[in-house]
């Protein structure tokens, strides 16, 4: 039996470290070659007390964690985890629940479900869309795409499960020259090739131009998959589907959203614009770890087509058998047989903040990117080089000395700013130059973290070596 005692010398260790995280460095302390020679002990011959494994843990990990939870944290459009969260997560991890079947854990497949409709309510998508919930957005993606080759090579007279994909017809699939990396992770996983993807030309922002979508479509016959983007990871911008759907359903293609972080800015009334039209998609991808702030493991794959979603990822197996219609078994719906209960965390986190805590969180990010946009400006040396549209900013910063090495100034200005430790943002390439990116997503940010960090970053700055 686990000993009440382990569990609260375990919470206490827990609520030193959130409590410690607004004063705490935003990046890692200490070097792998440290974290090594402390965590990596010989195998013991030998259990070790379990308080002494934690409490040994937890001092030696410490500094090696990123502040990632905390309120400074800017890199790679990285949520913390919202109290209500956090806590429902422990109790998963306590509860031990085997989501792969509704016998298994009612409990979790009941709040699948209500988390499901909870999602298509507050994103306003066609409400009879079936939800998947996977690790991230990589295999949300990769979901999606599985309906997607099924749906069209069914259409085109050809069962892709059964007869895999040698002699099948070719599909053809398209996407934005700015397109995530995971989502042709999940093309080549998908037997359907990355370097076969036709790339289509985006504009200054990163959005896929009607026109290109139009040329790449023009000498399309057969099965197409058209993937689209809401949020570029770099500028938060938009690939317009408004103009975009309609050109692929003159070709029958299956459209895909992959909205990581974007699609939550549906939850914000000002934002229609950008996220206009995305509901005739056939597909969307999304991650809760991002803007909805739960703890990782958090994808979640929308499909309105239930049946092709389920075609997909259908479980057989001797000993299973199938639940009545009514019932959800959640394995049906994900690549995964055995797997967390996930669905907790993210039910906590939406009824703690309901619909207006959600959208007021995402529109006070947004806010503030554009508070940190404002700061940096006021340094002449610094640029900003997106529309600051969403809650992304991407900095450039120019060295007195124009004709050196920008590129090479920039990555290590932006390397001084993660170890100078105020607060963390990740560097990136757009354009073909380098740049920095801050992504405002974390629920505890306020202004102030934005005014103090923005000071951090003209600071070190001021002090680079050009």
């Known amino acids: 039996m686990i000993e009440k005692r382990l569990l609260e010398e375990t919470l206490a260790l827990a609520v030193s470290y959130l409590e410690g995280l607004p ?14 020679a402390r965590l990596k002990v010989p195998l013991p011959d030998r259990g070790i007390d379990p308080e002494t494994v934690v409490r040994e843990l937890a001092r030696d990990a410490d500094g090696g964690l990123v502040a990632s939870a905390g309120p400074r944290y800017f890199g790679f459009v990285t949520g913390g985890s919202l109290p209500a969260a956090l806590a429902a997560d422990w109790l998963a991890s306590a509860w031990d629940q085997n989501a792969v079947l509704s016998i298994a854990s009612p409990a979790a497949a009941v709040v699948e479900e209500a988390v499901s409709d909870w999602v298509l309510e507050l994103l306003d998508l066609p409400r009879q869309s079936s939800v998947g919930f996977v690790t991230g957005c990589q ?3 990769f979901t999606c795409l599985a309906a997607a080759r099924h749906e069209v090579l069914r259409q085109a007279g050809w069962n892709a ?25 999940a093309v080549r996983m998908l037997g359907l090739g990355a370097d076969r993807v036709i790339r289509v030309p985006a504009d200054g922002q990163g959005r896929m131009a009607p026109g290109g979508l139009e040329r790449a479509l023009k000498d399309v016959s057969g099965p197409a998959i058209v993937c689209l983007q809401a949020g570029n990871v770099n500028t938060g911008a938009f690939d317009p589907c408004e103009k975009l759907i309609p050109l692929a359903r003159e070709k029958d293609a299956w459209v895909h959203v992959d909205g990581a972080f ?23 991808a999304t991650d809760a ?45 994900v690549p995964e047989s055995s797997r967390r209960a996930r669905g907790f965390p993210l ?18 990010h947004c806010r503030q990117a554009r508070l940190m946009a404002d700061l940096l400006r006021e340094d002449p040396r610094i640029g900003i080089e997106n529309e600051v549209v969403l809650n992304q900013v991407l900095v450039r910063f120019l060295p007195e000395n124009v004709e050196g090495d920008v590129d090479a100034f920039n990555r290590k ?49 001021a002090r680079t070596p050009r």
């Not at 460095?25 to 090594?36: F, I, W, Y």
């Not at 499960?161 to 042709?184: C, N, Q, R």
């Not at 699609?263 to 056939?282: F, H, K, N, Y």
């Not at 000993?319 to 394995?331: K, T």
Request: with cysteine; aromatic share 8%; proline share 5%.
């Open 262 to 284: 974007g699609l939550w800015a549906r939850l914000v009334p000002e934002l229609a614009a950008e996220t206009a039209g995305i509901e005739a998609a056939d597909s969307w």
């Open 23 to 36: 004063e705490r460095p935003a990046g890692a302390r200490d070097s792998v070659e440290a974290l090594r």
């Open 161 to 185: 499960e059964a007869s895999g994909l040698f002699g099948a017809p070719p599909i053809t699939v398209i996407a934005g020259e700015e397109a995530h990396a995971t989502l042709f992770v």
């Open 289 to 333: 770890h991002k803007w909805l702030n739960v703890p990782y493991d958090s994808g979640i794959a929308i499909l309105k087509n239930e049946a092709a979603h389920r075609a997909s990822m259908v479980l057989a197996a001797p000993y299973y058998i199938a639940a009545p219609d009514e019932i959800r078994d959640p394995s049906q719906w």
């Open 347 to 364: 039910y906590a986190a939406i009824r703690s903040l309901g619909r207006e805590g959600l959208a007021e969180m995402v529109r006070r």
């Open 413 to 461: 200005v932006t390397a001084l700013v993660q170890q100078e430790g105020t607060c963390w943002a990740g560097g990136s390439a757009w354009k073909g130059r380098a740049a920095m990116r801050i992504s405002v997503s974390g629920w505890p940010t306020t202004d102030e973290d934005i005014r103090v960090s923005a000071a951090a970053i003209r600071k070190v700055l």
């Open 139 to 141: 295999m949300a993606n």
